[in-house]
């Protein structure tokens, strides 16, 4: 059929022309690729398990932690206090990136103390699912803290597309939420929930949570940050999170 050229200048209009990327998002947004990568477990225990479940963890993950051999850190360990019930967090840190993760995971399959550990948890569980993350170039590294603490792991799944403008806002917005030491650490999904973001907050009790967020919307351009992030969400979660015995973040 034959178009007039008018009919096709017409149509042009609704062709969205996307300018090419020359490199991942993932680089525009990490401190380095290579570096950090990390890992996130979301543990549901049977609730009659839990204490028996904490246990083991606490005689377990330290030592893979304290031992060089493995090129891994546990940043930090959690029991859900509010949010999803009878539930652990564990947060790992690779230095050296998916080579670190392969080797990690290489050399604990050769740990019987490991592997046991791993059949004792088996039998503990509900359901367990992870991801693995980069750190936000913009935000702390996480770095162990004396306590007592709680934490707030706030996860956002963003819509596909929108994770660059998420980072522009927050590289501005983390600005307003330093002043009581309260921003621990940020990172987005790699392998898992895509377009997935973990904001990790600590504060030392739910009223000191309260007043810090209260805080923040005296400072000019914070407000604007949240009216202009809110519509990338498509949903967001809030855990209150209490460290193990064994996390290095207390």
């Known amino acids: 059929a034959w178009h007039s050229p008018d009919e096709h200048w017409f149509k042009s209009l609704f062709v969205r022309k996307v300018d090419p990327r020359k490199d991942a998002h993932s680089h525009l947004l990490t401190k380095n690729e290579e570096s950090n990568l990390y890992k996130i477990q979301f543990h549901n225990v049977k609730p009659e398990c839990l204490d028996a479940y904490n246990q083991l963890c606490e005689e377990t993950l330290p030592s893979i932690h304290n031992d060089k051999y493995y090129p891994c850190e546990l940043v930090g360990?959690?029991?859900t206090w509010y949010g999803e019930q009878d539930q652990a967090v564990h947060m790992w840190r690779y230095?050296?990136?998916?080579?670190?993760?392969?080797?990690?995971m290489s050399k604990l399959r050769q740990?019987?103390?490991?592997?046991k550990y791993r059949e004792e948890r088996g039998k503990m569980l509900l359901s367990r699912r992870n991801q693995l993350l980069l750190e936000f170039s913009f935000w702390n590294?996480?770095?162990p803290r004396k306590g007592p603490n709680i934490y707030e792991l706030r996860s956002y799944q963003l819509r596909p597309g929108t994770m660059i403008e998420w980072g522009n806002y927050w590289a501005r917005a983390i600005g307003y939420r330093q002043h009581n030491s309260e921003a621990v650490g940020g990172f987005f999904s790699q392998i898992g929930n895509?377009?997935?973001?973990?904001?990790?907050?600590?504060?030392?009790?739910?009223?000191?949570?309260?007043?810090?967020?209260?805080?923040a919307w005296q400072h000019e351009g914070w407000d604007e940050v949240v009216y202009y992030t809110v519509p990338l969400i498509?949903?967001?979660?809030?855990?209150?999170?209490?460290?193990?015995?064994?996390?290095p973040l207390q």
């Open 194 to 215: 895509l377009y997935m973001v973990h904001h990790l907050w600590a504060y030392k009790d739910l009223e000191a949570r309260e007043a810090t967020r209260n805080a």
């Open 111 to 115: 740990n019987k103390e490991f592997m």
């Open 77 to 79: 360990t959690w029991n």
């Open 95 to 104: 230095r050296g990136g998916y080579p670190a993760l392969t080797e990690v």
């Open 234 to 247: 498509q949903h967001m979660d809030s855990r209150i999170m209490i460290p193990m015995k064994a996390s």
């Open 141 to 143: 590294e996480p770095i």
